[in-house]
């Protein structure tokens, strides 16, 4: 079964510099969700999209922004990028029809970023 | 969400069952449980969800006592390769398009031969 994409899956930055991430849901999954997760520390929700219209906001830095677009993938643009932003970057998709089960988050195999 | 509590790790061995407990006082009537395993460097992955009694599918079961304030992960004859971090999640199933996991702090399980 499709997953969820992410890419790149390794990404290594200077400080103050700009980074781009992308995130392509598993098919027909019209969510998408974005965790941070810093070293030895557990995910952290940051922003997620329903139909490409923001539906939740956590703890992303001003520096962060984020979209989804038509096609339902998701870019999580980092502007001025400091030390303590490398962490793993995680993407989730699910299907929000309103049934049961349907919320389930199904989770990428993240992209790691190293800022220096 | 309602907080979790679960011990921070746990030793095995390959062949036996092992179970975390979750404990969720503050649990809210509509609030599933839900639990994901996570793989070092690799995104969780949801094994299992339940809202009382017992629930069972190909990975694990979930009991859920009838207060609902805590609920147990079992898993059956685990190998090497369950050797990972399990999170307890507790909140609305229905995420309300796009509502946030909250993950705690979760039990890293350590698998021995």
């Known amino acids: 079964a499709a997953g969820v994409i992410q890419s790149p899956r390794h990404l290594m930055k200077e400080k103050r510099e700009t980074a781009t991430l992308k995130c392509y849901p598993i098919p027909r999954h019209d969510t998408v969700y974005w965790y941070q997760q810093g070293p030895g520390q557990d995910p952290q929700f940051l922003i997620s999209f329903y139909e490409k219209m923001q539906s939740d906001k956590g703890s992303i830095p001003d520096r962060f922004s984020a979209q989804q677009f038509s096609d339902y993938h998701s870019e999580l643009n980092m502007s001025s990028l400091e030390l303590g932003d490398s962490a793993l970057y995680f993407c989730a998709s699910s299907l929000s029809s309103g049934g049961i089960g349907t919320d389930t988050q199904y989770f990428g195999p993240g992209t790691r970023l190293t800022v220096l | 969400l309602a907080k979790t509590t679960q011990p921070i790790s746990m030793d095995s061995y390959e062949g036996q069952e092992v179970n975390i407990t979750c404990s969720h006082n503050?649990?809210?009537?509509?609030?599933?449980i839900t639990w994901y395993q996570q793989f070092p460097s690799q995104g969780p992955r949801f094994i299992i969800q339940g809202y009382k009694t017992k629930v069972t599918n190909e990975v694990a079961s979930l009991f859920i006592p009838a207060d609902r304030k805590s609920s147990t992960l079992s898993l059956p004859r685990v190998s090497l390769s369950d050797t990972a971090v399990y999170y307890c999640?507790?909140?609305?199933?229905?995420?309300?398009?796009?509502?946030?996991?909250?993950f705690g702090q979760g039990t890293e399980l350590s698998v021995k031969p």
């Open positions: 999640l507790v909140g609305p199933l229905i995420y309300n398009q796009g509502g946030k996991l909250i």
């Open positions: 503050n649990i809210a009537t509509n609030d599933y």
